[in-house]
C-alpha cells in the first residue's frame, strides 16, 4: 500500500499561481500512473490531470488545459501540480491519487486510482 501527503494548497487570487505536492511513501511509486482530481462543496470528485508511471504522457481536463502542469519526480517519490491563472471556479479540495495497475496508461476515471491523498485545500478568491 502507498500512502500519499498532499501539500501546497492555500487561499489566493484569481490570477495567481500554486504548486501542489504530493509525497508517496511505501510500495514503489515509480511504476504507477498518478493522478490529480478535485472536489468542490456540493460536487461530484472531478479529474483534473493525469501522468503516466515515466512522466511522458500527460492528460488534462478541458477546464484546466493550458493552465495547469502535472509533472511527477520519481527519484523523489513525489508528483506536483502546478496551477497558474487560477480562476474562482478552481476553488475545491484537491487530492492526488496513484493508478491501481502497475505499468497501465493514466486513466481519467476515479475507479481507476487505488489510494489516495488526504486533500489539500485551494481556495480561489475574485
Known amino acids: 500500500q502507498v500512502q500519499l501527503v498532499e501539500s501546497g494548497g492555500g487561499l489566493v487570487q484569481a490570477g495567481g499561481s500554486l504548486r501542489l505536492s504530493c509525497a508517496a511513501s511505501?510500495?514503489?511509486?515509480?511504476?504507477?500512473?498518478m493522478g490529480w482530481f478535485r472536489q468542490a462543496p456540493g460536487k461530484e470528485r472531478e479529474f483534473v490531470a493525469a501522468i503516466s508511471w515515466r512522466g511522458s504522457s500527460t492528460f488534462y481536463a478541458d477546464s484546466v488545459k493550458g493552465r495547469f502542469t502535472i509533472s511527477r519526480d520519481n527519484a523523489k517519490n513525489t508528483a506536483y501540480l502546478q496551477m497558474n491563472s487560477l480562476k474562482p471556479e478552481d476553488t475545491a479540495i484537491y487530492y492526488c491519487?496513484?493508478?491501481?495497475?502497475?505499468?497501465?496508461?493514466?486513466?481519467?476515471?476515479?475507479?481507476?486510482?487505488?489510494?489516495w491523498g488526504q486533500g489539500t485545500q485551494v481556495t480561489v478568491s475574485s
Open positions: 491519487a496513484v493508478a491501481i495497475r502497475a505499468w497501465s496508461a493514466p486513466g481519467r476515471n476515479i475507479a481507476d486510482f487505488g489510494s
Open positions: 511505501g510500495r514503489t511509486f515509480n511504476n504507477y500512473a
